[in-house]
C-alpha cells in the first residue's frame, strides 16, 4: 500500500511538471496531466479496497519516529473521500481540454499543471498524520488556487482574489500561532500523539485549542460568519477553476476538521458548532435565492451544504459524524457537476444571468437533464444521493434530540429547493432570448465538455446507487475517529 499512497501524491507534482515543460505543445501537454490525474485516481481507488479489507496503512517517511518526522495515514476516512476527490479533478480537466478554445476557459499552459499540483496538495491534506504537514498542503493548494483564480488578469477576478487571498492568509497565519501554541502544551504536533496528550491538558486549555483551530479551519470552509470571501471570487473564475474549487477547497477545511476535532475529542464545542452549522445552512440558503446568476447562486449553496457537514460534527455522535462523511462524499461530485453545467449554460447562452438566459430545455434537452440530476440531488429528493446524505444527518439529529438544528435543516432544503426551481425557469424554461453574445465551441470541442460532464453525473448516480454501502463505510470510518486509540496503536506501534 505504501506504493499507493505515494503514487496519489507524487504522479501529480510529476505530471504538472512534464505538462510545464510541455506547455506549447498541447497533446503533450494534455497527455501528461491526464495521465497523472488518471494515475493518481486510480492508485486511490485501489487503496479504498485495500484499507477497507485490510485496515489502516501508515507510512513513515524516512523511517522517521512519528514524534519526529512525517507520517502518512491511510485511515477509512481518508481513503473513502480521496477516490471522490481525485475523480472529481480528472474529470474537471477532460471538460478543460474540450472547453480551452472558449472565452470562459482558463489558460490551458497554467491550468493543466497547477491541477497537478492542487491534487498533490489535496491527497497530502487527507493522508498526513500531523498538522505541520496539513498546514503545508493547505499551503500547497492555497497557492495554486491564487494563480488558478486571477491568471486571467481580468479586473474582476483580481478585486475577487484579493478578498480570496486576504482570508486565507488571515487563516494561513493563525494556523501557524495554533501549531506554535499545541507544541508548547503538548510537545508535539502528530495527530496520533496529540490523541492521548490533549486530553491530559486542563479544560480551559482544550477548549482553547479546539475554538482556535475550529475559526482556522472553519475559515478554510467558509462556515458563517467566515464566508464573505468565496460568492465573490468563485463566480470571477473561469468555469472549470470553479468547479474545482466548489468541489474541494471548502471541503478540504471540513475534512480536517472533522478529523482534529473528533480524533482530540472536542465534543464540549458541539453546541457552538450546531449552533454556527443552522446559520450557515439558513443564511447561504437565502443568500442564494437572493441571486439572479447561476454560479452565485450555486456559490452560496457551497456555504449552505457545509453547514450540514458542520452539523454531523457538531452532534458529536457515531451516527452525526457517520452523516457528515457521507455528505461530504455526496457533495463534492455534486457542486462540481453543477458548476460544469454552470459553464455549458455559458456556453451556450453567453452569461449566466438568469435575465438574459432561457429556453435552453427545448433547445437543449441534454444540457437540462444534466442540470436536472445533481439539482435534484442538492435539494436532497429521492432517490437521488443528496436525500441519502440528508437523511443520515438529519437522522441523527433527532437521535440526539436536536430539534433546532433539525428545523433549521429543514427549512434549508426547502430554500435550496426554491433556488433550484429559480435556476430552472430562468435558464431551462421559457423562451430563447432574442439577442445571444453565446460563444459556441466547435462541435468536437463540445462533446468532449459535455462527455466530461456527463460522466460526473453518472458519478453522482452511482454514489446515489451505492448509497446504503457508503454509508456502512462511512459509519465504520466515525467509529475510527471516535475510538482514538485504534488510530494512535496503528501510527506508534
Known sequence: ??????????????????????????????????????????????????????????????????????????????????????????????????????????????????????????????????????????ELILVSSYVLLTHQGRRAQIRAGMSYVAMNLLASTLFLFGLAFIYAATGTVNLALLTERIPELSEGVRL???????????????????????????????????????????????????????????????????????????????????????????????????????MGLGLFSAAGTAGAILFLVHHMPVKTVLFLVGGLIENDQGTGSLDRSGGMAARRPLIAALFAIPALSLAGLPPFSGFVAKFAVISAGIEAASIPIVVAALAAGALTLLSMAKIWIGVFWGSSPDASDGRETAPGNRRTMLAATGLAVAGTLTISLFAGTLFDLSLRASDDLRAPDSYRSAVLS
Open 208 to 310: 482553547g485549542i479546539g475554538a482556535w483551530f475550529f475559526v482556522v479551519f472553519g475559515t478554510k470552509a467558509a462556515v458563517f460568519p467566515l464566508f464573505s470571501w468565496l460568492p465573490d471570487a468563485y463566480p470571477t473564475a473561469p468555469t472549470t477553476i470553479t468547479a474545482v474549487f466548489a468541489g474541494l477547497l471548502t471541503k478540504i477545511g471540513i475534512y480536517a476538521m472533522i478529523r482534529f476535532h473528533t480524533l482530540t475529542g472536542m465534543d464540549r464545542l458541539g453546541s457552538v458548532m450546531l449552533i454556527v452549522a443552522g446559520v450557515t445552512m439558513v443564511v447561504g440558503a437565502l443568500g442564494a435565492l437572493a441571486q439572479s446568476d447561476v454560479k452565485r447562486i450555486l456559490s452560496f449553496h457551497i456555504i449552505s451544504q457545509i453547514g450540514y457537514m458542520l
Open 1 to 138: 500500500m505504501s506504493t499507493l499512497i505515494a503514487a496519489t501524491i507524487l504522479t501529480p507534482l510529476v505530471s504538472a511538471v512534464l505538462g510545464l515543460a510541455a506547455r506549447t505543445r498541447t497533446r503533450a501537454r494534455d497527455a501528461a496531466t491526464l495521465v497523472g490525474l488518471g494515475t493518481a485516481a486510480a492508485a486511490s481507488l485501489m487503496l479504498l479496497v485495500r484499507v477497507s479489507t485490510e485496515g489502516t496503512h501508515v507510512v513513515r517517511v524516512g523511517g522517521w519516529h512519528p514524534e519526529l518526522g512525517i507520517v502518512l495515514v491511510a485511515d477509512l476516512f481518508a481513503a473513502l473521500v480521496l477516490p471522490v476527490a481525485l475523480t472529481i479533478i480528472f474529470v474537471v480537466e477532460l471538460f478543460a481540454i474540450g472547453q480551452r478554445r472558449t472565452a470562459w476557459g482558463a489558460n490551458p499552459e497554467l491550468a493543466g499543471p497547477l491541477l497537478g499540483v492542487m491534487t498533490a496538495g489535496v491527497s497530502l491534506a487527507m493522508l498526513t498524520g500531523d498538522l505541520f504537514t496539513l498546514f503545508v498542503a493547505f
